[in-house]
């Protein structure tokens, strides 16, 4: 829900009251606000959401958009009202708090509790399924953002909770205390909105750290008893006392009542005592005083005494798992038995609190499956190879439906299938597994993780190229070129097959020359040269796709930059690549070919062929990597495409498709600078700063000292133009300061000191310039800005756009060659709407040609560009006011005369 990234603190706060179905005074008393302010706030909310009323808007608010939904209880919470006083009240002071106390105390579920009341948006992350180095991956996952290197995903977790009011509730710590420590004081330290809410058995140690201890129930044991046990005996009745005396056995542990209270139905109270006495030991507290304890474990070993021998093998071997299981899964680990008698011992398992039922799967508490294990561990039994079996099948089963497969599905058994694989031995089955949880975590927008199990599955493969290969385009999808790089390489190293090295050192070339933006130093031309002459040497002619691969390569490293191949090279690939009918490759292949046309000036043609592009990835499987990495290039090639031939409205539906198809969750500010050129073209001159504003942001926080990483792709000089157009907007509205400072910014984004010395800022900042001059009347020297804007650019990108404006310029200016101006431009413009628009009105002003200056009206309406749709209005007679209108409505100011 992206409209929840435009929600202020204060918003936040009030949906997650109407989330919990508060009225408005309900919600001004508790953030001590006037009701007409909570109204004022609603109404933006509803604004915001796009939605006609309150009740949608809880609607909308309950469900969760990150994963981070508070766990839901079937019983009812019972007791520890102080306990819920001070923890609320501690977290009204301090950013974090811990629950602290022993296992099986109740600390998640009242640290749940606490969270559930309170109106501030949360985020539970359940760290009992995470193993050491995984804790910033957990938290990163429950807030829904994605990993990209080099930013780390406590980098992530960071950037999404910098700005936002929020809850973080990091539930059983202890296993991984020394991570949770170092996320929770960074986030401490970076966001100053973040209150933390910890469960442990020991304390993080942080400073500044609320400890609140969670002892055991005192009277509302009894309490917690009688609901549990009322629920499997409705009909049982006991004397106070006994139950007093029962639920001091136990210390008052919630789990342990929990525990006994199940088994009420068939021992009833004075049962359940006799076998206590059985299990207890007393413990010397001090001379002369005995004290009686009873810790958790020895609850579980004496409710597992009370199981019969199926059901304590199945439950040890239950043990395996580390998370939730289907019945499925539990046959798998149990082949003695058929479903049905799966299915009756774990039935029999859950009445006795042992296993946990919800949500059509089956869990054990963290706390229980210590003991599952230890008791699987004492028997002697290795069930590792069937449970890794049952992982590779249940991953092959999942990857065989992988389009459209729900992300539901994977999630539930993805910690399992990690775990599985740390357990399996090098063989096969093993290679099964690592390739299948590859492909899916990547399906899942994984990328980075998924690029390691593809590496994993390369070790354990026959030929670990072709994995590797895999990996290797799994790291273009995020720009991590370097990486990608190193890992085509390792897999020409390793190649077993002629044809697999061929491959390898051929995609090695392609990536060295069209993604060498994505490099901090280019790869040597040598080298490249190298690449793609042991690939031809390699090659089989007769293999069609090793062939159209090397065709491909050819075209990129032929050409005279690392940027511009080869024409009739290009051509060649694309068709090389058609008779393979390999999606990836036609989609590549075509891009080879578009771009050599962009570049010899032939920018309907390139148009044209994304557009092809663009058809043929609605059929392409976008969770192959090789298939994805081509969609991210696609989208920001085909958007430039559309806006270097003038076609606004073809540019803003490449927009909106690439949002419907990010499979990997492209950082805004990679995607801003296509935003900023279409929203600045088409008169939407707020949002094009909106957006200008993200991508000046990214662009300063982009790393520097190495490549890999999205964010490291802009700091090659291609989102210049999209700053000059900013600086045109601000021009076009009369804030020239404004105008100034994003001109100096393209300048230090393309670094150069003057915009005519870089190929991918020239046109466009001249066009800026002309554009800017011709609105505002402003010009010192125009002969100057119209022979900078009629200049022949050697990338074609903004050409039409800088010669239009110049030529329009040449006539506001009266330059006595305004008319050889217009003629020059001639040939730009019918490569491009937006030029021949702009043309049409610069002769109507030229000539007085009325006609003229309507058909160019009717050119800027057919391509939505309202702004200079209304300028032209001015022109034609008797429609002046009409234009003077749509400007006030666009912020922008009037024309100079």
């Known amino acids: ?84 006083a001070v923890v609320s009240s501690a977290l009204r002071t301090a950013r974090l708090v811990s629950l602290v106390g022993t296992g099986g105390m109740g600390k998640t579920r009242l640290a749940v509790e606490v969270a559930a009341s309170l109106a501030v948006d949360t985020a539970f992350v359940d760290l009992v399924p995470v193993r050491g180095g995984g804790v910033d991956q957990a938290v990163a996952r429950v807030l829904g953002v994605a990993e ?23 539930d059983n710590c202890e296993h991984v205390i020394a991570e949770v420590c170092a996320l929770a004081a960074r986030i401490l330290r970076s966001c100053p909105h973040v209150t933390i809410l910890a469960t442990s058995r ?35 009745t006991a004397e106070p006392a006994a139950i ?54 020895e609850v579980i070993g004496w409710s597992l005494d009370l199981l019969d021998d199926e059901e304590r093998r199945l439950f040890r071997r239950m043990g395996v798992f580390v998370g939730g299981f289907d019945l499925d899964a539990v046959r798998a680990l149990n082949p003695e038995h058929d479903v049905g008698a799966v299915a009756d011992l774990l039935g029999r398992l859950v009445d006795r609190s042992i296993v946990v039922f919800q949500n059509a799967r089956w869990w054990l508490l963290e706390t229980v499956r210590a003991v599952a294990v230890q008791e699987l561990t004492a028997s002697g039994e290795d069930v590792r190879p069937r449970y890794v079996r049952w992982a590779a099948d249940t991953a092959a089963g999942l990857e065989s439906r992988i389009d459209g497969l729900p992300p539901a599905e994977f999630d539930v058994v993805a910690d399992d299938l990690r775990h599985a694989l740390t357990q399996a031995d090098r063989d096969g089955t093993a290679y099964r597994l690592a390739s299948s949880l590859a492909h899916l975590s990547f399906a899942r927008g994984l990328v980075v993780a998924a690029g390691e199990y593809y590496r994993t599955a390369a070790d354990l493969a026959p030929d670990p190229a072709p994995d590797l290969i895999t990996a290797a385009w799994a790291a273009l999808t995020i720009s991590a070129g370097e990486t990608a790089f190193g890992l085509l390489r390792e897999a020409a190293t390793r190649a077993r097959h002629p044809t697999a090295r061929a491959m390898a050192l051929a995609t090695a070339a392609i990536a060295a020359t069209r993604y060498s933006m994505c490099f901090i130093e280019p790869v040597p031309r040598d080298r490249v040269l190298t ?16 062939a159209a691969l090397l065709a491909m390569a050819r075209a990129w490293v032929s050409g005279q930059g690392s940027l511009e191949p080869d024409l009739e090279l290009s051509r060649d690939a694309a068709a090389a690549a058609r008779r393979t009918g390999d999606a990836a490759l036609v989609i590549g292949a075509l891009d080879a070919l578009g771009t050599a046309l962009a570049n010899a000036g032939r920018l309907r043609q390139a148009h044209r062929l994304s557009d092809e592009r663009l058809r043929l990835a609605v059929t392409a499987p976008r969770h192959e990597p090789a298939v994805a990495a081509e969609l991210t290039d696609l989208f920001h090639v085909a958007s430039t495409s559309a806006l270097a031939a003038g076609d606004l409205p073809a540019a803003k539906s490449i927009a909106e498709q690439a949002v419907r198809q990010d499979l990997i969750g492209v950082h805004p500010a990679i995607t801003a600078p296509r935003l900023v ?20 942001d990214g662009w300063q926080h982009a790393p520097t000292g190495v490549a890999d990483g999205e964010l490291s792709a802009l700091r090659g000089d291609w989102p210049s133009s999209a700053a000059a157009i900013a600086a045109l907007v601000n021009g076009l509205r009369g804030d020239l300061p404004g105008f100034e400072e994003w001109r100096s910014r393209a300048l230090r ?55 239009a404006a110049g030529a329009e310029l040449a006539v506001v200016a009266g330059s006595p060659d305004a008319g ?48 200079e749709r209304a300028v032209t209005l001015m022109l034609v007679p008797g429609r002046a006011e009409e234009g003077r209108t749509e400007l006030q409505a666009l912020k922008a100011t009037m024309p100079a005369p």
């Not at 993080?204 to 008893?225: H, K, M, W």
């Not at 049962?271 to 005083?289: E, I, K, M, P, T």
């Not at 050129?677 to 993200?694: K, S």
């Not at 217009?822 to 049409?840: P, R, T």
Request: a negative charge; aromatic letters at 4%; hydrophobic letters at 45%.
């Open 1 to 84: 829900m992206e409209w929840l990234d435009r929600v202020s603190q204060r918003e936040a706060e009030v949906l997650a009251a109407i989330r919990r179905h508060q009225s408005n005074a309900q919600i001004a008393e508790h953030l001590h606000l006037s009701v007409r302010t909570v109204e004022s706030h609603v109404s933006a909310l509803l604004r915001k959401a796009g939605v006609p009323d309150r009740r949608t808007l809880a609607t909308l608010a309950e469900t969760p958009a990150d994963g981070s939904e508070l766990p839901a209880y079937p019983t009812s919470f019972i007791g520890r009202e102080h306990e819920r």
């Open 148 to 170: 990209r290197p080099p930013r780390t995903p406590a980098d992530a977790v960071i950037d999404r909770l910098r700005s936002h009011r929020t809850l973080l509730v990091l």
């Open 202 to 236: 020991e304390r993080l140690g942080i400073p500044g750290e609320v400890l609140v201890p969670v002892p055991p129930l005192g009277a509302e044991a009894q309490r917690l008893f009688l609901d549990r046990a009322h629920a499997v005996n409705p009909a049982l």
């Open 244 to 297: 007093e005396r029962l639920c001091a056995a136990v210390d008052g542990m919630p789990l342990a009542i929990e525990l006994v209270a199940a088994r009420t139905a068939s021992l009833g109270v004075d049962g359940l005592h006799a076998a206590l006495q059985d299990r207890l030991r007393l413990v010397s507290g001090g001379r002369g005083a005995d004290h009686r304890h009873h810790s958790l474990d």
């Open 531 to 546: 690449l793609l002459a042991e690939a031809t040497d390699l090659t089989d002619p007769a293999d069609e796709r090793a």
């Open 677 to 696: 050129r279409l929203y600045g073209l088409t008169g939407r001159f707020e949002e094009a700063l909106a957006h200008a504003g993200i991508l000046w």
């Open 749 to 803: 984004i393309a670094h150069v000191d003057d915009a005519a010395e870089s190929s991918a800022l020239a046109a466009a900042a001249a066009f800026a310039d002309a554009r800017v001059a011709v609105h505002t009347g402003r010009y010192a020297d125009p002969a100057r800005l119209v022979d900078a804007a009629l200049a022949s650019f050697p990338e074609k990108w903004w050409l039409a756009y800088a010669h």
């Open 820 to 867: 050889e101006r217009l003629a020059a431009a001639e040939s730009a413009a019918a490569e491009n709407d937006w030029a021949a628009a702009c043309l049409a009105r610069a002769t109507a002003r030229h000539t007085g040609d009325v006609r003229l200056a309507i058909e160019s009206v009717t050119r800027w309406e057919r391509i939505g560009a309202r702004f």
